[in-house]
């Protein structure tokens, strides 16, 4: 008797019994790519809720600030301090966390970590070595988007300090289109309305000391006073002889590098605008910034 059929049968019932375990180890369907409206992608959403992670360096100062507000000049004086390490513009937000499995997300979740909270360990984790490096004990960041994204940093740093550096509007729209080639006032004002808007909101919920460019360059070591006393450290008369102090390099994306800001000498600020050339998307904040009292 043949046993053709007999041996078809058994590959048959080999092969089914193989598929049905392929089946069984193939991966989950990939979940859609989060959106930048998902809390969970680390931009946008509506989850700020205060982390829970224990942070290497806990209360951090971030100077929340337009572009072309001073942020670099203000640097530079702080970071002349002993106690105070305020580096270049770290642009923290840009630090992403992009897990590589389906199954990352899971394996993390029984930690209770989420691509939030690793994003939030790593900027910690670069604060603190930044710190650790300088031999100081306290650290300022100053990069000026981090105004757009102030909810994230204040639920990453429960206990973070804010310095919010505010200068004329219109001042902030006419250094930037004498600085960057090829801008309109189309594009500008709009920009640096949004960049004010998220400092007056951060104002109104965060802690913090608030200052002036046009203060900050007419009276110096008033201000870095007020900014010393609200970091608890001795003002120390150094801070306004920065040119003194290697602060690192001077080029775009790390800061201001201006010639004015390389002579190492505090200049002073340019005339106010006229109040009737501030354009009308920003008059709300120039008044509430206190730069002009007209109805």
């Given amino acids: 008797m043949s046993s053709a059929p007999k041996k078809n049968q058994v590959t048959t019932g080999l092969r089914r019994r ?10 989950p369907a ?3 790519a989060r959106t930048r409206d998902d809390p969970s992608s680390g931009e946008g959403g509506d989850d700020y809720a205060p982390s829970q992670v224990p942070r290497l360096v806990e209360s951090p100062v971030f ?6 507000s001073g942020s670099t000049l203000l640097r530079v004086l702080l970071n002349s301090h002993t106690e105070i390490r305020a580096p270049h513009e770290l642009h923290l937000r840009h630090l992403k966390v992009k897990p590589s499995r389906d199954f990352t997300g899971d394996v993390m979740g029984e930690l209770g970590l989420n691509v939030k909270e690793l994003e939030y360990m ?6 603190w070595y930044e710190l650790q490096r300088s031999g100081k004990s306290q650290i300022v960041e100053k990069t000026p988007s981090n105004a757009l994204v102030w909810r994230r940093l204040a639920a990453a740093w429960p206990q973070a300090r804010y310095i919010f550096l505010l200068r004329h509007p219109a001042s902030i729209v006419e250094s930037v289109l004498a600085r960057r080639k090829n801008s309109v006032p189309e594009t500008v ?28 360059t007419t009276a110096p070591e008033q201000v870095t006073k007020e900014i010393c006393s609200y970091l608890g450290v001795e003002w120390e008369p150094g801070m306004l002889e920065y040119g003194e102090q290697d602060h690192g390099p001077y080029r775009a994306v790390f800061g201001d590098w201006g010639a004015k800001l390389k002579s190492g000498e505090i200049q002073a600020p340019r005339p106010l605008p006229d109040p009737d050339t501030v354009p009308p998307e920003l008059r709300d904040v120039t008044r509430a910034w206190g730069y002009f009292d007209e109805p």
């Fill in 122 to 127: 790593l900027w910690d984790q670069v604060l």
């Fill in 30 to 32: 990939r979940t859609p």
């Fill in 189 to 216: 004002v709009p920009e640096i309305l949004r960049y004010a808007e998220s400092i007056e909101a951060a104002r109104n919920e965060l802690p913090g000391v608030t200052v002036r460019y046009e203060d900050l």
């Fill in 63 to 68: 100077v929340l600030c337009s572009v072309r």
């Fill in 18 to 27: 193989g598929n049905l375990l392929a089946a069984a180890l193939r991966p």
